[in-house]
């Protein structure tokens, strides 16, 4: 490389020379996993795109970093007693980045938006709302067509984001071209699959705690490639990194890290009743699902795919997470018990097709899966999937064992209700169990946390009896950033929260 | 004249082995070549470890006296799964061509052959297939087909068929003017004798050298098919898939990433040397 | 002149039309589901609904593919199923970024690969002629993307010399823009290099040995005015002419150099777009790049026939 200028300190000279000495001193970038989709709360559908909402958009209320729901624009709130209408009050001190002041006919018209909206996709996370009225300048009282308890934590999310409801009203569908919210950032530009800006917004309510002037977030798909610009300084800090990344991050003293235990599942789904594919011995014989269940090493999973970073799991929530239960823990690997219960189900060695994402971290997992059942008389077959095809096999039925990644909500009902309620939305296991639809139709309605819980374990105690979902990880949300940084603190949603975080390069 | 157009071939072909034998790059390429098929071949017999065992006490392990090229995300030995993935990547290579040659060169043959209206809308469908990246049009076969080595191997050969399309149909155009041609058809010959017994044989030495090259470059299409998960499945190992998972390691365990890549830069470059060499002794204008 | 060129635009139509069939029956080939994909973890039957309405995708194939006809003959590519954007937009935003990636290689190239093949054709047989052949050899058999990782450990994580990835517009800030291209033009370029030199050496060297250099050297002329005043005068036409081939396919070829380095052009849009089964962007692309492939393939008829007018009638 010596016929270009080589050296560090020539390009960085240039650079200054050739920009006139930027504002750098206040730019936060933001390594990005996935080029976030149209940026509109109402329309959005990724991941990355949350990240984004986040510092732009304010939510009614939000999460601490132990997913209790704290006040954002809501100050406070109270459920009626039989959980049929939520009051909100709100802050009387925000307005829009267009100058429009938030008040209660802005989140009537938000959540009639959301409801309303063609191209909107946060109607079946409002499904319960039946009317929103002012009942005052800064409180709105929501009646429910149903109790529902998880309601609270959808406003923790998308459907809980306001947009300025004059930009709304003149832009219609095509507001994510020029998205405008009451959050810290105003949006300034987006250029597809490389750079999203935001500036710092003057008149937010709680400016005081936003100490960087402006954030550019940009998608890098690769985790080796994204970690590299941290290191090289093009990034400040980078989001879910690999946990094959770790060894790098902790030999790099300029670098800090991050580790959360997320909200999701790492998953085989059984395909005990959605189409022919499921009259297979697993699909069938749940004695068949608990062996394989049993020759399983959780705790070696973790170990050799993810550097010890995700919690190995068997429920739908995370062993810390407070609805986990804790009666039935994480069991140890026992080979003998799964040959016996295959040898109960009367059989000697089964095959089984597993299909998984053809991503080399899946087909990895997949492998050790594959040697570790074969020791209790599996010969599993892997087959690797392009990922539209896996998702469209899944829900199709078109499988045996299917390996998923579920990435989690903040309410409880999100990560198991959707999956094995007989009509669930996302139920490709074609699980039905009345009695588990019943808990779970009920724990819904409960606003009373030790009362719901109570519902779960009952649920979670026949789940893990009869298997349609393996739980195998929780993983692990790994954030790194430069010594420059401070003040990051990690949520287990995964999102970046700029509150208090300053970068001093 | 049948006399003629035969009798000449074997002295071609012995002046050709003669120039051939004497250039020294085209021997080197054949013996890097060879030694890669040997290799290929001979992976059964080989003191390895076997290519497929795990060891989840041995990850990542820098190459030792146990593991001379160290081993991998699992613990596999990396030698081992070099010399079985040195049987997919030429297999890779050799089957692709192998299958556009089975699909271009009857095509090429139809439109130098018949000319008029088939050669138009063949030449229109070859220039349809030639002007749509090889890459992107390989990517959607195996996606189509679904993630397997044989599947790449289609999907690559199918993207490289419209090359020999037109190298045949170039070929044939010129030799069907020549005089034997003239002349078996004057006797009565049907299309398919005059083809395949007057035609192909003419043409062969450009299509070896072409194929040479080809295999080449389906190498590292395979690798890159491999490489964006499209290619041979785990835990079978190919050199592309080997790197596709070495590039989450690069930092950790450089050693994944190396080898596979060399092992294809010098297999590559094997075939490129023995193109060349091929070409310079089968090339007519020398003679 | 005129005629000749007439007449190949003419012959690229149906071409073009070729390859959007092609393209456009291979994609619905695909399995998977483009709504359930791009729906992902939201999966409410309802949007499903609406947005197969909204692509025609419960139309039969012929009918899909008429609809998208009608529409780019009014000059209209569709929408990306994934951002919402019209893919005329999305295609405007990132031609530019293949260009310049597409530009540099060229010029990387042609600077290494032109005056190395001139080199090795003067020398020939020389060791200086052999080690051409043998780094020419190397770049044609490296496979780019091996290329890329190992540059980007090597310049970018362990000498921090270069960004790792990234792309700035040329007009915003020229600096960064050519820091951020160097390494991918470079590995992009090395195989065209390679290429390019061999062609330039067998150029000259058929040059070289024709009667009339023979005639100049036995006049006394100074090698180097044979050489680059006469030889290479006349050796340059085929080169420039594969110079144009080679640009027409860089375009669509930059696909895993641009994965690697996340270079937001063509490339990158185009296998992101074929995995989420967002037809009407790799529909755009991919004839947007046949395209330009065909431009470039008539630029280089049109040199050649100019320079070699035997050649017009025979076209």
Redesign the interface.
Known sequence: ?KR?P???VA?TA??LV??GLPAMANELRIGLQDDP??LDPD?S??FAGRIVYTAVCDKLVDLSPDVEIIPQLATDWEYSDDATSLVLNLRDDVVFHDGTPFNAEAVIYNINRSLTL????R??ELASVDTVTATGPYQVTIALKSPDASLLAQFADRAGMMVSPAAAEEAG?DL?NNLVCSGPFTFVER????RIVVEKFADYWNADAIKIDRVVY????????R???L????LDLASRL?P??I??IRADADLTEHVVTGLGYGALYMNVANGPRSETPIGQDKRVRQAFSKAIDRA?LSQ?IYEGTASPGNQAFPPNSPWYNKNFPVEERDVEGAKALLAEAGIDRLEVQLQHP????M??M???V??MVAEAGFDVR????????Q???Q?AGNYEVSRTN??GRADPDGSIHQFVTCEG??NDTGYCNEEVDNLLNAARTLGNPAKRKELYDQATAILIDELPVIYLVHESYITAHDAGVTGFVPYPDGMIRLENVTDAD | MSVAAEGLAPRARSRAWGKFRRSPAALVGLAIVGFFGLLALAAPLLPIADPLA?S?TA?RQAPSAAHWLGTD??GRDILSRMVWGARASLAAGVVSVAIALATGVPIGLLAGYFGGFTDMAISRFTDALLAMPFLITAIALA?FL??SLMNAMIAIGLSAMPIFIRLTRGQVMAVKKEDYIEGARAIGLGHVAIMTRYVLPNIVPPLIVQATLTVATSIIAEASLSFL??GQ???APSWGSML??A??????APWMALWPGLAIFFVVMGFNILGDGLRDALDPREH | MLRFVLKRILIALPTLLIVSILVFGLQKL?????V????????????LA?LRELYRLNDPIWMQYLHWLGDVLKGDLGMSL????PVLV?IA??LPVTLQLATMSMIFAMVIGIPAGILAATRKNSWIDWICNVVALSGLSIPNFWLG?ML??L???NL????????ESFFV????SL?TM?MPS?VLGTALAATLMRHTRSAMLGVLSSDYIRTARAKGLPGRVVVLGHAFRNAVLPVITLSALLFGELIGGAVLTEQ???I?GFG??TV?AV???DYAVVQGIVLCIAAGFLVMNLIADILYAVFNPRLRTEL
């Not at chain 1, 940009?218 to 490639?225: A, C, G, H, R």
């Not at chain 2, 590039?247 to 950790?252: A, D, G, P, T, V």
């Not at chain 3, 695909?30 to 483009?34: E, M």
């Open positions: 490389m270009f080589s050296s560090r390009l240039l650079l050739a920009t989709d149209v329309q559908r990724t063609p191209e909107s996709r109607k079946s569908a994510g250029i597809q699959q490389d940009l998608p890098i798909p690769d985790s080796t490639v970690l590299a610009n290191q090289s300084g093009e690999a094959t990344d060894p790098a070696a050799i053809n991503t080399p971290i087909s990895q997949m492998q050790v594959q040697a892997l087959q690797a999937l392009e990922f539209a095809t998702l469209a096999e829900s579920w990435s939305g996302i | 795990t989840w990850i995300e699992l996606a679904g993630p998960g499209l499945q785990a835990p596709n998972v590039k989450n390691f690069l930092s950790q | 695909l399995p998977g589901d483009p359930l994909a791009l729906a992902g973890e939201e999966r409410d039957p309802e949007t609406r994934r951002t919402n954007q999305l935003e990132k990782i980007i450990l310049v970018s994580v921090g010399w270069l960004p790792a990835s990234g792309y800030d020229p600096v960064r820091q160097l470079f690697i380095f996340t937001p990158k849009l992101d995995f989420n089964r």
